[in-house]
């Protein structure tokens, strides 16, 4: 028989019912809408979590004295790079790098009248491109100089908790090269606001000389970090700045918690999914049985004159498939709009973004279109959709003509 | 040759402990080209007798020959073939596909048949002029009278050009003047097309028009009125009541 007329009956099937129709397709659509919307704003959070800490904290490839320690700060000459400035230099000259800078971290306390803060001190090259984002989320008073001597930045949320403002002076102590707490005062120049909460909350930034002079390092950095053009290149810049006493990371390496952490992540949203797609599928699958049940007589009739029970199979599963389409195409369009929606308008997360964990996630957050993701979900939606309808043409294909045509 | 052959079939249905002898040794012969009619009481089997003889349905015993073939052993693929190559159905409810039109519905058992595009729409139009509804193609059978839906049902069952054409009850939901019609109209296709017609029936209407009535009472034939040659009438109606041999 030919196939297409096998359609023909299956679409007229699905005409005949048109609010079931209607509604079940519904069903998948709104389905798979709401899988991409979630997946495209779940893909954003994390996404933007992993450009936070990359923007922030890592860079896409860092390099580091051979003898640097893993996880916690440290300011002894040994494990700082000697001349760091000479490395930048040779990384601005790669054509995939867009910025590099030395940088030194020092773990600081600051304490007023009240209160004492532990906090995170990064002195930078204020004149580095690597900061223009940090330049570019300064909400009160000015970005720093090169050659201030006691002023630094502050986030703006920390600030608030501290009630101090720009202008206010505060004493740092912090242990420098020589194992040996020193305290200096420092006035706040300006406050900032990256977007991230976490951050605001506990990073203070000076001039990279006064870092140095303040823990004793000399010339020396804690490490060179490197903005690359597209973070593909990341391995690539890094096998070319390696060489003996030094140790290359990429952004993967840095950010391997994170990472970690996101394919976990996943792993819960694709229950998730799961669940989802697998209520859509239920639905389809009571549906055609309804209109299988609905139909017994019909599909008799076509028994009796000769349609095969392959055929008949076929004819449900092909209902199935324009359903599943159907709802598959409307559910991808809905879809899309929703991952639109959000990326335009974000949610704020506030409160909760500072409770996210490791995960540097910005105060507001946006959806992002995950092309890959998308396509998956809906080839998953449209297999599943026609896995659950096997069940009701199976039962339709076993139906005897004789006592389907005794239904009337 | 007989086109349908039934040697004592017997069938007998199970509803849970209760059981019905639908079929109590039926044996029959058809031939090429007949119009007749099998009549008896209700429960009589009669409409078993059809769906055994078209392939719907097995018997439990017995063996039904088609067209010489012994169809008692085929699977339900084989049996669906064949009922869309030698068999047509007319039913008493029409059983129409109430979503396709009545074009649709005549073409159906060609595109079964994989018969080609072309053909199919000149021999789905011939019949549908031959039951005189050419003026009614894309009606669908809701927007059709009951002899309307019974005369599209017909053009169905003979589009294929089928051996024989089993029409259970087909008058039973039709008035006098629609069921005189559809008699008719089968009668005049069995002498153009010589498809041969065997009809289950309670009406009146129908055995005045068979050439032969087959009476079946409590599954078995009770009597089998062949087309008889005129002597042979002479002789029976000279003896009434006497079995025949
Ligand atoms: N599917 C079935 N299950 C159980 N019993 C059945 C089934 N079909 C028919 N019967 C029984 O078998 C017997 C013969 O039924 P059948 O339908 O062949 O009679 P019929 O002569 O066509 O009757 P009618 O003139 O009322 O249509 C009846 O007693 C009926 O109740
Ligand atoms: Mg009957």
Known sequence: ?408 | MPIIELFDIHKTYRIGEVETRALDGVSLNFEPGEFSAIVGPSGSGKTTLLQIMGCLDRPDRGIVKLDDRDVTRLNADQRAELRRNVIGFIFQFFALIPVLDAYENVELPLLLAGVGARERRERTLEMLEAVGLSDRIHHRPNQLSGGQQQRVAIARALVKRPLVVLADEPTANLDTANGEQAMEIMQRLNEQTGTAFIFATHDPRVMKFARRTIHLVDGRVAENHAPVPVEAAVRSLSHPGEPRA
């Open chain 1, 1 to 408: 028989m030919t196939r297409t007329k096998l359609w023909m009956i299956a679409y007229r099937g699905l005409t005949r019912n048109r609010r079931r129709t209607f509604f079940t397709m519904l069903a998948v659509a709104l389905g798979l809408a709401l899988l991409i919307t979630l997946n495209g704003y779940i893909s954003g959070v994390m996404e933007d979590g992993l450009q936070n800490s990359i923007r922030l904290q890592t860079g896409h490839v860092q390099v580091r004295a051979a003898g640097y320690p893993d996880g916690k700060h440290s300011v002894q000459w040994k494990d700082l790079i000697e001349r760091p400035e000479e490395i930048a230099a040779q990384a601005m000259a790669m054509p995939e790098v867009r910025a590099a800078a030395p940088i030194l971290w020092l773990d600081a306390v600051l304490s007023t009248g009240e209160e004492s803060v532990g906090l995170q001190v990064y002195g930078i090259d204020v004149n580095s491109p690597l900061h223009d984002p940090l330049r570019a989320s300064v909400i009160a008073g000015a970005f720093l100089e090169a050659t201030d001597r006691s002023g630094v930045l502050m986030g703006g949320r920390l600030a608030q908790s501290l009630n101090l403002k720009v202008g206010d002076t505060v004493p740092l102590v912090t242990i420098n090269a020589n194992g040996e707490p020193v305290e200096a005062p420092f006035v706040i120049r300006g406050l900032f606001s990256s977007g991230v909460l976490v951050y605001d909350e506990s990073v203070l930034f000076m001039p990279l000389a006064r870092a140095q002079s303040f823990a004793l390092t000399g010339n020396r950095a804690s490490a060179v970090m490197i903005e690359l053009h597209r973070r593909e290149d990341a391995d690539k810049v890094a096998v070319a700045l390696a060489q003996p006493g030094l140790q290359t990371f990429t952004w993967r390496d840095l950010n391997a918690f994170i990472l970690q952490s996101m394919d976990a992540a996943f792993s819960f949203y694709i229950l998730m999914d799961a669940i989802v797609i697998m209520i859509v599928a239920v639905i389809i699958a009571n549906t055609l049985l309804m209109a299988v049940f609905e139909r017994v007589r019909e599909i008799g009739i076509l028994a009796a004159l000769g349609m095969k029970r392959l055929e008949i199979l076929l004819m449900v599963l092909y209902e199935a498939a324009i359903i599943a389409l159907a709802g598959v195409v409307v559910g991808i369009a809905l879809g899309l709009l929703g991952v639109f929606f959000l990326t335009q308008n974000g949610f704020v997360l506030g409160e909760m973004a500072t409770t996210a964990g490791n995960l540097p996630i910005s105060n507001v957050v946006y959806a992002r279109f995950a092309p890959d993701l998308f396509t998956w979900l809906a080839v998953w939606t449209f297999l599943i959709a026609l896995l659950a309808s096997l069940y009701p043409a199976w039962f339709a294909a076993r139906l005897e003509p004789v006592r389907a045509l005794h239904t009337e």
